[in-house]
């Protein structure tokens, strides 16, 4: 099956600087990797995704790059806010058989004012 | 905006006890799903539900596990006799086509004692 592997697990910076969380995935037939923020007692919420046939997507201050060869994608924050603290998730989906998503153990991002 | 309403938000039981945790999906949505995350771990697949039975299931989704979609609108999933491993939040997604998309409610906080 598929294992997503995130890092780094907490990530602390400044407001205003950029923030990069990394995945890395096994199977090469995933094919949809959708990122997620976790508030403290909500469910994820997805924030932004990319579909393989695509490297790059951007959503105002947040983007998302995607390697297909190196099995590697990874979520930007610009210019960080405080509100951006929470829990983020990476995902990898294989729309193949098993398809449901496989999901990193998360990035504890904290934006201090 | 379409919402996956869950409830209870909190439940409390006994171990030994039943447990029947509650889903509204968003209502165009047909793939219909329930993850768990244990506390300070990623978020686990359990089942998948689609066109009225299960469609796929995890390893940790066993005998003790079963889904069920009572009427229109409603999703359960019932855990009998439960243990303490058991504790973790419960969130059920909602699809409109397979895989793409997931909403996840806000989660059902299950604490076994």
């Known amino acids: 099956g598929e294992n997503v592997e995130q890092h780094p697990s907490t990530l602390s910076v400044q407001e205003g600087d950029s923030a990069v969380i990394k995945c890395t995935y096994s199977d090469s037939a995933s094919n949809y990797f959708p990122w997620y923020k976790q508030e403290l007692g909500k469910g994820p919420q997805l924030i932004i995704d990319?579909?393989?046939?695509?490297g790059e997507k951007k959503d105002q201050r947040i983007a998302v790059t995607l390697n297909k060869t190196a099995k590697h994608f990874s979520l930007h924050i610009t210019e960080t806010q405080p509100e951006d603290s929470a829990v983020y998730f990476c995902?990898?989906?294989?729309?193949?058989?098993?398809?449901?998503?496989?999901f990193g153990k998360g990035t504890m991002l904290l934006v201090s004012p | 905006e379409p919402e996956v309403t869950q409830t209870p938000s909190h439940q409390v039981t006994q171990m030994g006890q039943e447990v029947i945790l509650r889903c509204v999906p968003i209502?165009?949505?047909?793939?219909f799903y329930w993850y768990r995350q244990i506390l300070g771990q990623k978020v686990e697949f359990l089942v998948s539900f689609y066109n009225n039975e299960i469609s796929e299931k995890s390893e940790i989704f066993d005998d003790q596990f079963s889904v069920e979609r009572p009427d229109g609108s409603n999703f359960t999933l019932k855990i009998r006799s439960t243990k303490l491993e058991d504790s973790a939040m419960y969130f059920c997604?909602?699809?409109?086509?397979?895989?793409?998309?997931?909403?996840f409610g806000s989660g059902t906080r299950l604490t076994v004692v």
């Open positions: 997604a909602s699809t409109e086509g397979s895989g793409y998309g997931y909403t």
């Open positions: 990319i579909r393989s046939n695509v």
């Open positions: 209502s165009n949505h047909l793939y």
């Open positions: 995902a990898a989906f294989l729309n193949s058989g098993y398809s449901t998503l496989t």
